[in-house]
Every structure is written in structure tokens, then in C-alpha cells.
């Protein structure tokens, strides 16, 4: 059976699909072929389920729930920060009256932005270009996800908010949930079972041999050093990656559940995990 693994082009997904990726974590009889595209092109391809297993925003997997079912591994969670928000050094103080670039409307980070306010007004750039807007002046501030909450104030921006540290207040200590790996529902239990062990293994490979997984990451990480991608990797590939926990899972659903209570999605999530 060919499968397609989508995920973004970012450190973090390659330390956790390097198991696989490389061989050091045999396929079981799948023939996979890994897919690499933004978060937001991902989260668009879902709605076509143009792909049997990929990684999506959970603010888009809120609209996806009939097609795709969460694997139990794979989330990348902010425990304690996340999503920056950023502005020139001599840039707005708040969001009061500020134009913000966001890296998408289903992003977790935009629905994050939304419930810290509602009323801000936004501009959707790709998130590689948002900090060069922010400096241009085109926007006040901007919203960084992947490296860019990590090399920000080296690129001459200030913190604004960190919508982790945020949700972290809100919720009395939940981690963010920003993304997660779903698979497609008709692929059937026992392939999905078979699949979420090698997306599980993958993960623990990479945990378990760091270094060379590291190595391999820094091919994705736009400019960052191997100390900053390890930085990087570890805050997104941990134990809560390995496995939710009762505390990831909750994050999820109170997340998604203050975004339903907001007028943020338009229908209560059932949130289902594969087994």
C-alpha cells in the first residue's frame, strides 16, 4: 500500500520523521513517500484528504473531523510559549489598532491570535515573510511561527505577546496545541493501527538517537545553528510528541472548546484519537 506522509519543511517534522525517512525505521510493507509543504498548503490539502496521513494545524483539524482521525503522537505543543507576536523595536506597545501578518487563517497560531483578540485585524503572508513586512513597515507587527519565535530579536523586533505564555495563564498550565498528524478514517483500523506504530517509533528513533537526528534536521532549519535547531527541536519534539498524555489530550479540547464557545468554529469538536 503507498502511503503519503505531508508535513511542513521544518526542523522539527524532519527530527521526527528521520526514523522513517532514512530507513532506520523499516516500513512494514508500506511503500511511503514523504510530502513537504507549508502548514497552511497542508491544512488546505486536507479539506481534500489529498493525502492518507499529514500533518495539520489543529485549528484546521476542527473542520476535518469526518475525514481524519488524530494519530496519539506526533503534536507539536507550546508548553509555556509558542506563537510570537512581534513589532519593530519603535513598533506598537499592544494590538490596539494593529495590522497583523499572520501565516494563515487555519493556523493554530491565527485561532491562538483570535481568542487573545478578537478584534485584531489581520493580513495573511507566508510566514517566511513576515518579519521582512514587519520591518517594511506593510504591517505593525506580525505573527512568527517555526525558527522565527527563536531569531526575532537578533532580526531587530520586540515580543509583543507569547500566545504560549498566554494560554499557559489561561488555562492554569496547558501546553498550546499547534499542530498534530492526522490519518485518513478509510484507510481502515488495521492499516491505521499499523501506521501510527511506525509514526510512533519514527518519533522515539529520533528521541532516542538525537544527535543524528539533529544532524539531519539543520537541513531544514533556514539558517539556524546546530545548538538553536536542537533548541528548536526539543521544543516541539518531546515527550507530549511521543504521546498526548490526559494533559495533552485536554489541552486539545479545552483549545478547541474556548474557540466553539468564542464563535471561533462553527460546531463542538469531538475530539477522537486513533488507537
Do not use: C
Not at 501510527?196 to 531544514?220: C, P, T, W
Request: charged fraction near 25%; proline fraction near 4%; glycine fraction near 10%.
Amino acid at each position: 500500500m503507498k502511503i503519503h506522509i505531508a508535513h511542513s519543511p521544518d526542523s522539527d517534522d524532519a527530527f521526527m520523521f528521520y526514523g522513517l525517512a532514512s530507513g532506520r525505521v523499516p516500513s512494514n510493507g508500506f511503500e511511503l513517500e514523504h510530502v513537504l509543504a507549508d502548514i497552511e498548503t497542508l491544512n488546505r490539502a486536507a479539506f481534500d484528504a489529498t493525502y492518507e496521513i499529514t500533518a495539520v494545524s489543529f485549528h484546521a483539524y476542527a473542520h476535518l473531523t469526518d475525514r481524519y482521525i488524530l494519530l496519539p503522537h506526533g503534536a507539536s505543543m507550546g508548553d509555556r510559549y509558542g506563537p510570537v507576536v512581534v513589532a519593530r523595536q519603535d513598533g506598537p506597545a499592544s494590538l490596539e489598532g494593529v495590522r497583523v501578518a499572520v501565516p494563515g487563517e487555519l493556523t493554530t497560531a491565527f485561532l491562538a491570535l483570535r481568542l487573545f483578540d478578537p478584534t485584531v485585524e489581520h493580513l495573511v503572508v507566508p510566514f517566511d515573510q513576515i518579519q521582512e513586512k514587519v520591518h517594511s513597515g506593510e504591517v505593525a507587527a506580525g505573527l512568527l511561527i517555526h525558527e522565527g519565535q527563536l531569531t526575532y530579536a537578533d532580526e531587530g523586533l520586540k515580543k509583543i505577546v507569547d500566545l504560549g505564555e498566554w494560554w499557559a495563564h489561561r488555562t492554569g498550565g496547558l501546553p498550546l496545541p499547534l499542530g498534530g498528524n492526522v490519518i485518513r478514517r478509510d484507510l481502515g483500523a488495521p492499516a491505521i493501527s499499523a501506521l501510527s506504530r511506525l509514526l510512533h517509533d519514527s518519533i522515539a528513533y529520533g528521541l532516542a538517537n538525537r544527535d543524528e537526528a539533529v544532524k539531519h534536521a539543520m537541513q531544514f532549519g533556514r539558517g539556524l545553528d546546530r545548538e538553536r535547531t536542537d533548541r528548536f527541536v526539543g521544543m516541539y519534539v518531546n515527550d507530549l510528541t511521543l504521546d498526548y498524555g490526559e494533559r495533552g489530550r485536554q489541552a486539545v479540547r479545552r483549545l478547541l472548546g474556548d474557540a466553539q464557545a468564542a464563535g471561533l468554529l462553527p460546531k463542538a469538536v469531538n475530539v477522537e484519537f486513533a488507537v
